[in-house]
């Protein structure tokens, strides 16, 4: 059993910062890579961020890169999204998910998703 849980999001002004928390864990759970991805209404999901557990690479999708930064706990099974100059386009439910052993960037090789928290930037 393992379980994704998010946190962190809310309503903030365009410009504003949110700072989104991913806490994974499980008997027998040993993550590879965690990601960041995002969906908004009528839109395909689509990859934020990802970070690999046993030297930290870090990857972005080009939308978000220079304003978001992930970063991760190994001790306590956490991963951070830290998001920074916030827009209109960045809302979205924001899902954490749990790769195994697979691309960082494509959300049919994550195994375990939590169940989003929503992000919203007003303008």
């Known amino acids: 059993q393992v379980q994704v849980v998010e946190s962190g999001g809310g309503l903030v002004q365009a410009g504003g910062s949110l700072r989104l928390s991913c806490a994974a864990s499980g008997r027998t759970f040993r993550w590879y890579i965690m990601g960041w991805f995002r969906q908004a209404p009528g839109k395909e999901r689509e990859f934020v961020a990802a970070i690999t557990r046993s030297v930290g690479n870090t990857y972005y999708a080009d939308s978000v890169k220079g304003r978001f930064t992930i970063s991760r706990d190994n001790a306590k099974n956490t991963v951070y999204l830290q998001m920074n100059s916030l827009k209109p386009e960045d809302t979205a439910v924001y899902y954490c998910?749990?790769?195994?052993?697979?691309?960082?960037?494509?959300?049919?090789?994550?195994?375990?998703w939590g169940q989003g928290t929503q992000v919203t930037v007003s303008s």
């Open positions: 998910a749990v790769n195994n052993n697979g691309r960082y960037s494509h959300a049919d090789d994550y195994n375990y």
